[in-house]
């Protein structure tokens, strides 16, 4: 005896199909991811979306910066008297700064970070660096990757993970304070 789909058996493959295709397509990098500079009002603001609608908004990257790292980050699981936070700007096609910490200081310069500095962090920390923003300081030969990646973490999913000088660890997105 042939067996005939219903209706509701034929709507549900349909819609499993769509719901296929959905997934691929969010798991796929959007045309638009970028870095973006949003003034809204007297607000200034950098991330990687596109700016709200009522904000002027001016792309400053070409595509292909480090995905995750441009905005404020806390460093998780430190005491409120030991709080560590940055803020990483994206200057121009390339140009990043970082300034550590509440108090608006001069900005350090970053760099991309290389196979090479992405392969140290790995192998150092026993973890899986993706990409990374590295701080250059003048006059150093210290080789040490300082600066923040984007991690695979424990269940494999993107991390944005800090490695500095005294405090390394996870870092968590928070609202930028300009």
Same mark, same amino acid.
């Given at each position: 005896?042939?067996? +005939?789909?219903?209706?509701? %058996?034929?709507?549900?493959?349909?819609?499993?199909?769509?719901?296929? /295709?959905?997934?691929?397509? %969010?798991?796929?990098?959007? =045309? *638009?991811?970028?870095?973006?500079?949003?003034?809204?009002?007297?607000?200034?603001?950098?991330? *990687?979306?596109?700016?709200?609608?009522? =904000?002027?908004? *001016?792309?400053?990257?070409?595509?292909?910066?480090?995905?995750?790292?441009?905005?404020?980050? !806390?460093?998780?699981?430190?005491? !409120?008297?030991? +709080?560590?936070?940055? +803020?990483?700007?994206?200057?121009?096609?390339?140009?990043?700064?970082? /300034? #550590?910490?509440?108090? *608006?200081?001069?900005? /350090?310069?970053?760099?991309?970070?290389?196979?090479?500095?992405? +392969?140290?962090?790995?192998?150092? #920390?026993?973890?899986? %660096?993706?990409?990374?923003?590295?701080?250059?300081?003048?006059?150093?030969?210290?080789?040490?990757?300082?600066?923040?990646?984007?991690?695979?973490?424990?269940?494999?999913?993107? =991390?944005?993970?800090?490695?500095?000088? #005294? =405090?390394?660890?996870?870092?968590?997105?928070?609202?930028?304070?300009?």
């Amino acid at each position: 005896m042939p067996v +005939r789909k219903t209706f509701a %058996a034929a709507l549900a493959a349909s819609l499993a199909k769509v719901c296929l /295709v959905a997934m691929l397509l %969010a798991g796929s990098p959007s =045309a *638009e991811a970028g870095i973006y500079k949003c003034k809204l009002g007297s607000s200034t603001t950098y991330q *990687e979306t596109p700016c709200e609608k009522h =904000a002027v908004s *001016e792309r400053l990257d070409n595509g292909n910066s480090p995905v995750g790292l441009v905005g404020c980050f !806390d460093m998780v699981g430190m005491p !409120d008297d030991q +709080r560590f936070n940055i +803020r990483v700007d994206a200057t121009g096609p390339g140009k990043y700064t970082m /300034v #550590l910490g509440d108090k *608006e200081k001069s900005p /350090v310069q970053l760099t991309a970070a290389t196979p090479e500095d992405i +392969r140290m962090l790995s192998d150092g #920390l026993h973890m899986h %660096a993706i990409s990374g923003l590295k701080w250059v300081v003048p006059g150093s030969t210290d080789k040490k990757p300082i600066g923040v990646y984007t991690i695979k973490d424990k269940t494999g999913d993107n =991390a944005v993970y800090g490695f500095f000088f #005294l =405090a390394n660890g996870i870092m968590k997105r928070e609202p930028c304070h300009s």
